[in-house]
């Protein structure tokens, strides 16, 4: 296979990728070495986040097959791309703990829920709860009212035998022996 023919098969890739992502998030490694690159790797990989080292002509090239051209303003210097498959969130949280823990990395901007954000919103998208809390704070907020509502009517019930309860004992203390 030639290098046009690779390059190709490259931007292909890419694309498929942008298109099944939920997130691709860019940064700037520039200064990491091997061993932090392959932590950082390591960590993403954990969470089912692929993490790649893109040419910038080639990346921009995916986008724009995918009509996310607005990505290509942040197609500058050296570039990864980290893409997540099933929370978005995870990804810009690892990717921000990451540069907060080496100084080296930078988030550029990426891709979330097929719409391109600056790296402001990525670094605020990393600050939300993991989507399984998030789960969980729905799942909470909707049973609440349903357990306030259970136990009015379980008060509302244990009321109404006390007070029938009361009946029957009076009816039988004014019966006649």
Same mark, same amino acid.
């Not at 050296?78 to 690892?94: M, N, R």
């Not at 979330?112 to 670094?123: C, D, G, H, Q, S």
């Not at 509302?156 to 039988?172: N, P």
């Given at each position: 296979?030639?290098?046009?023919?690779?390059?190709?098969?490259?931007?292909?890739?890419?694309?498929?990728?942008?298109?099944?992502?939920?997130?691709?998030?860019?940064?700037? #490694?520039? &200064?990491?070495?091997?061993?932090?690159?392959?932590?950082?790797?390591?960590? +993403?990989?954990? /969470?089912?986040?692929?993490?790649?080292?893109?040419?910038?002509? *080639?990346?921009?090239?995916?986008?724009?097959?995918? &009509?996310?051209?607005?990505?290509?303003?942040? *197609?500058?210097?050296?570039?990864?791309?980290?893409?997540?498959?099933?929370?978005?969130?995870?990804?810009?949280?690892?990717?921000?703990?990451?540069?907060?823990?080496?100084?080296?990395?930078?988030?550029?901007?990426?891709?979330?829920?097929?719409?391109? #954000?600056?790296?402001?919103?990525?670094?605020? *998208?990393?600050? +939300?709860?993991?989507?399984?809390?998030? +789960?969980?704070?729905?799942?909470? /907020?909707?049973? /609440?009212?349903?357990?306030?509502?259970? &136990?009015? +009517?379980?008060?509302?019930?244990? &009321?109404?035998? #006390?007070?029938?309860?009361?009946?029957?004992?009076?009816?039988?203390?004014?019966?006649?022996?």
């Amino acid at each position: 296979m030639g290098a046009r023919e690779t390059k190709a098969a490259v931007v292909d890739e890419l694309s498929r990728k942008l298109e099944q992502a939920d997130a691709a998030i860019l940064v700037d #490694y520039r &200064g990491l070495d091997v061993a932090k690159t392959s932590v950082l790797r390591r960590r +993403l990989r954990d /969470a089912g986040i692929e993490f790649q080292v893109v040419k910038n002509t *080639l990346a921009f090239r995916a986008a724009e097959n995918c &009509g996310f051209d607005e990505l290509g303003t942040f *197609l500058e210097g050296p570039t990864a791309i980290a893409f997540g498959f099933s929370d978005s969130v995870t990804v810009a949280k690892l990717l921000q703990q990451f540069a907060a823990e080496t100084k080296l990395t930078e988030i550029k901007g990426g891709l979330v829920e097929k719409k391109v #954000y600056p790296a402001e919103v990525i670094r605020k *998208l990393a600050g +939300l709860p993991s989507r399984e809390v998030l +789960l969980g704070r729905t799942a909470g /907020a909707i049973s /609440a009212p349903l357990y306030n509502l259970a &136990g009015v +009517l379980a008060g509302i019930m244990r &009321g109404f035998v #006390y007070s029938l309860s009361a009946v029957v004992e009076q009816k039988k203390a004014n019966q006649p022996a």
